[in-house]
């Protein structure tokens, strides 16, 4: 597909959606357009987030954690 094909695809795209989902998809394309380190900076900024990785870190370092394999949701019981 070509390059103008795409960018009209997605404007059509755009055109179609309704006012109370513009914004998600506003916050999505840039979201696409942030750098890894604005993202990382971003992630590191949101209130509580270093307290919730330090504490993920020590879990996984005492072992408290569930296996994949018995929180999946397509697995049959």
């Given at each position: 597909?070509?390059?103008f094909?795409?960018r009209?695809?997605v404007q059509?795209?755009?055109?179609k959606?309704?006012?109370a989902k513009?914004?998600?998809a506003l916050m999505?394309?840039?979201?696409?357009?942030?750098k890894?380190?604005?993202?990382?900076r971003?992630?590191m900024?949101?209130f509580?987030?270093?307290?919730?990785?330090?504490?993920g870190k020590?879990d996984?370092?005492?072992g408290?954690?569930?296996r994949?394999?018995?929180i999946r949701?397509?697995?049959?019981?």
């Open positions: 597909m070509e390059l094909e795409i009209s695809k059509h795209t755009i055109d959606l309704p006012p513009l914004h998600t999505l394309l840039e979201k696409l357009l942030m890894e380190d604005e993202e990382t971003t992630l900024e949101e509580g987030f270093m307290e919730d990785y330090c504490q020590e996984i370092c005492k408290r954690t569930i994949w394999e018995d949701r397509d697995k049959k019981r």
